[in-house]
């Protein structure tokens, strides 16, 4: 069992930044590939970023390549996503989640565990 929780949301507007945490607890983090994702209202829940279990294999969805950048530190149980030059289509719930090893890392089928969600707000 792994616990997730997500922080940094909150409301900022169009070109500015922030930082999501995911801090995890429960069954060894550092052995999960690690994957966030949003949900906008009316939307289904989309791949927004994923990062193997060490850190060196990233995954991007074209919507925020280039603008975002996700990373782990195992040492903390933590992952992140930095999110820059930010647009009111990013405005979504975010949440964070760890994949079953040896699958599709954009699917989120392919994800075992998920956090309870963190609310961004993009202001125009």
């Known amino acids: 069992q792994v616990q997730l929780v997500e922080s940094g949301g909150g409301l900022v507007q169009a070109g500015g930044s922030l930082r999501l945490s995911c801090a995890a607890s429960?069954?060894?983090?550092?052995?999960?590939?690690m994957g966030w994702f949003r949900q906008a209202p009316g939307k289904e829940r989309e791949f927004v970023a994923a990062l193997s279990w060490n850190g060196a294999r990233t995954y991007y969805a074209d919507p925020v390549k280039g603008r975002s950048t996700i990373s782990r530190d195992n040492a903390k149980n933590t992952l992140y996503l930095q999110m820059n030059s930010l647009k009111p289509e990013d405005t979504a719930v975010y949440y964070c989640?760890?994949?079953?090893?040896?699958?599709?890392?954009?699917?989120?089928?392919?994800?075992?565990?998920w956090g309870q969600g963190t609310q961004v707000t993009v202001s125009s």
């Open positions: 989640a760890t994949a079953r090893p040896g699958e599709n890392l954009y699917a989120p089928s392919t994800y075992e565990y």
């Open positions: 429960g069954r060894t983090f550092s052995s999960y590939s």
